[in-house]
């Protein structure tokens, strides 16, 4: 079992930016295919926002983030992060982290369906 933490959500006026963490409460016995990041707005449904392979580094964001997010590894510390730059009112959402050990396809990796383990979620909440 995989328990995830997330935290370093708050909130930022429009333009501002935020890094969110994501570990494991008891570390991983094994290392992970992917880790990711997901959000879920009121009333929409939960999308992928920034996922990684994390042997290869391999990174894939959805298009409304690409040039404003960054999804990086701390392999020492176990840590997955989300730096998050010139944030939108539209950006405002419960983010996720997720995590698979299964071999999943490219076109999968930014699908809610394709993660097994997930955190609780962080808010973060833009203003404008």
């Known amino acids: 079992q995989v328990q995830l933490v997330e935290s370093g959500g708050g909130s930022v006026q429009a333009g501002g930016s935020l890094r969110l963490s994501c570990g494991s409460a008891?570390?991983?016995?094994?290392?992970?295919?992917?880790m990711g990041w997901f959000r879920q707005a009121p009333g929409k449904e939960r999308e992928g926002v920034a996922v990684?392979?994390?042997?290869?580094?391999?990174?894939l964001y959805v298009d409304s983030v690409k040039g404003r997010f960054t999804i990086s590894k701390d392999i020492a510390k176990k840590t997955l992060y989300l730096l998050m730059n010139d944030l939108k009112p539209e950006d405002t959402a419960v983010y996720y982290c997720?995590?698979?050990?299964?071999?999943?396809?490219?076109?999968?990796?930014?699908?809610?369906?394709?993660?097994?383990?997930w955190g609780q979620g962080t808010q973060v909440t833009v203003s404008s």
């Open positions: 997720a995590t698979t050990y299964a071999s999943i396809s490219s076109w999968r990796r930014l699908l809610r369906d394709a993660y097994k383990f």
């Open positions: 008891y570390g991983f016995t094994y290392r992970p295919y992917l």
């Open positions: 990684m392979q994390i042997r290869s580094g391999a990174t």
